[in-house]
Every structure is written in structure tokens, then in C-alpha cells.
């Protein structure tokens, strides 16, 4: 079966950095996604990871290491509306092209 | 262009009722799948389809189902309503070709049964 672990919950301070840690476990693998959401919003994508090493969006950055099974995303500068829920991802053959695996998700409150 | 829809935003259902569910994705695309989220669950797979066909299958019950249309519109149904359904029910949309990294999710539907 498919497993993804985060930390539940994250508090930090605004204008500093966070990193949100994914461990998985998984029959098979294509790519590790991360996903923002927030309080009662939908879904939005924010990264993608195939292969190993580092992804950097702006003040968001994302690594793989497909040997470790751990990914993790990164926030820089934070800022008060970056508190909201982070769910990373997992993409899997699953016999299909879409089988998307979740994980439970980690809720980032960021303060001043 | 016009992000994914689902309808309604928000129902009521009492137990042992029926509900269905509706998601338009995002025009051009063509696999649509449909997630149930809870506090204590996350968000877990219930099923993607892929011009009218079901690709993948979560772990519930044969209770949920749903369809595809033709124009990639997907609907689910949910038979014998439990309590224990009540969730946020999101879809997602992508174009569908192998190498799809990015959903596109809509609001939910968020079903309360009583």
C-alpha cells in the first residue's frame, strides 16, 4: 500500500524559513507534488519533484531524494498568508495515470 | 479560461438518502478525479476517470461511484448515505496525457449527513 507522513503542525515566525518534511512509502513512483490549501479553499498546486535534487518557485523551494523516500518543502520569508495547510503527494502508476496518494497534511501557522 | 466547477457548494442529506455530486474540469481536460476529505483522513482517493472510463479506484465502499461524460463532465454517487460520509468531496482536473504533474482542484462539495 501507499503511505505518506508529515508532521502535523507547524508554528513559525513571520519572515523566517520553514521546512516541511514527507516520507513515503509507496508501490511505485513517478513524482512527489506539494499542495497549499487553505481554510475552507481548494487545493492549489505548488511544486513537482521527479527527480532528485532541488526545485525553487520563488520563495518556494522543494527537494526529492528518491533514494531516501523523503521530500520536503521549504518556505522562505513567510509571510502571515502562507498559514494554511501543506499536503505532499505522491504520484504512482496505480494502474493507471492518476493515482495521486495524499498525505494527511501539515497545518503552518505562521505569527508575527 | 475558467477554473473547475463543482456543484453544489454545500448539502444536506439525511442518512440512508442518496446524493449526487457534479464537477466540470477545466476546458481541454480530460481526467477528472474525485477526492473525500476529513479532519482526521486527509484527502483520500475515491476514483479518476479518463474519457468516460474509471482508471483508478480507491478503497471504498461499491456505495460511491460515479460517471464521466462525454464533454469530461464527472458526476459521484454516494447510495445509503452513512453519517460517517460527511466530508469535503473534491475533484480535480488534469489534461490527462502520462505526464500530468499539476491538478487543478475546485472548491468541494460539502456534504453534512444527518
Known amino acids: 500500500g501507499q503511505s505518506l507522513e508529515q508532521p502535523s503542525e507547524v508554528t513559525a515566525v513571520e519572515g523566517a524559513i520553514v521546512q516541511i518534511n514527507c516520507t513515503y512509502q509507496?508501490?511505485?513512483?513517478?513524482?512527489l507534488s506539494w499542495y497549499q490549501q487553505h481554510d475552507g479553499g481548494a487545493p492549489t498546486f505548488l511544486s513537482y519533484?521527479?527527480?532528485?535534487g532541488l526545485e525553487e518557485t520563488g520563495r518556494f523551494s522543494s527537494f526529492l531524494s528518491r533514494s531516501d523516500s523523503y521530500g520536503y518543502l521549504l518556505l522562505q520569508e513567510l509571510q502571515m498568508k502562507d498559514s494554511a495547510s501543506y499536503f505532499c503527494?505522491?504520484?504512482?502508476?496505480?494502474?493507471?495515470?492518476?493515482?495521486?496518494?495524499f498525505g494527511t497534511g501539515t497545518k503552518l501557522q505562521v505569527i508575527p | 479560461k475558467a477554473g473547475v466547477t463543482q456543484t453544489p457548494r454545500y448539502l444536506i442529506k439525511t442518512r440512508g438518502q442518496q446524493v449526487t455530486l457534479s464537477c466540470s474540469p477545466i476546458?481541454?481536460?480530460?481526467?477528472v478525479s474525485w477526492y473525500q476529505q476529513t479532519p482526521g483522513q486527509g484527502l483520500q482517493f475515491l476514483f479518476e476517470?479518463?474519457?468516460?472510463?474509471?482508471?483508478n479506484k480507491g478503497n471504498f465502499p461499491g456505495r460511491f461511484s460515479g460517471r464521466q461524460f462525454s464533454n469530461s463532465r464527472s458526476e459521484m454517487n454516494v447510495s445509503t448515505l452513512e453519517l460517517g460520509d460527511s466530508a469535503l468531496y473534491l475533484c480535480?482536473?488534469?489534461?490527462?496525457?502520462?505526464?500530468?504533474?499539476?491538478?487543478?482542484f475546485g472548491q468541494g462539495t460539502r456534504l453534512t449527513v444527518v
Open positions: 480535480a482536473s488534469t489534461r490527462g496525457g502520462g505526464e500530468n504533474t499539476e491538478a487543478f
Open positions: 509507496t508501490s511505485g513512483f513517478y513524482g
Open positions: 519533484n521527479a527527480l532528485d
Open positions: 503527494a505522491v504520484r504512482d502508476p496505480g494502474g493507471g495515470y492518476q493515482k495521486v496518494t
Open positions: 476546458s481541454g481536460h480530460r481526467s
Open positions: 476517470y479518463f474519457s468516460e472510463t474509471q482508471r
